[in-house]
């Protein structure tokens, strides 16, 4: 199994900067895919951001030019950096990731998500 760990919410001003990250661990044989999405009370979890193993990224429209996502593929993590944070922008961040596990078995898994709290 892959588990994924999130690290880095918390509590921040308007106009602040906050940086996630999400480690993998288990029996990740590839990562292809990560990613970070974000859900509030009573809405369906949402895209944020996504990178390949090969660098290429997309974006929701409401974070472009404030988020940046990156990743470490040696060391199976992903990062989120948030600046220009709104209070629009408060929610529970997961992370995900889909690869390939020993023995070859295809896995999408989620962490257990992470509270970021922007105040006016």
């Known amino acids: 199994q892959v588990q994924l760990v999130e690290f880095g919410g918390g509590l921040v001003q308007a106009g602040g900067s906050l940086r996630l990250s999400c480690a993998a661990s288990?029996?990740?044989?590839?990562?292809?895919?990560m990613g970070w999405y974000r859900q509030t009370p009573g809405k369906e979890r949402e895209l944020v951001a996504t990178?390949?193993?090969?660098?290429?990224?997309n974006y929701a429209d409401f974070v472009k030019g404030r988020f940046t996502i990156s990743r470490d593929n040696a060391k199976n993590l992903v990062y989120l950096q948030m600046n220009i944070l709104e209070p629009e922008d408060t929610a529970v961040y997961y992370c995900?990731?889909?690869?390939?596990?020993?023995?070859?078995?295809?896995?999408?898994?989620w962490g257990q998500g992470t509270q970021v709290t922007v105040s006016s």
């Open positions: 995900n990731a889909g690869g390939y596990s020993i023995g070859a078995r295809l896995y999408n898994s």
């Open positions: 990178i390949t193993s090969g660098g290429n990224t």
């Open positions: 288990g029996t990740v044989l590839t990562i292809n895919t």
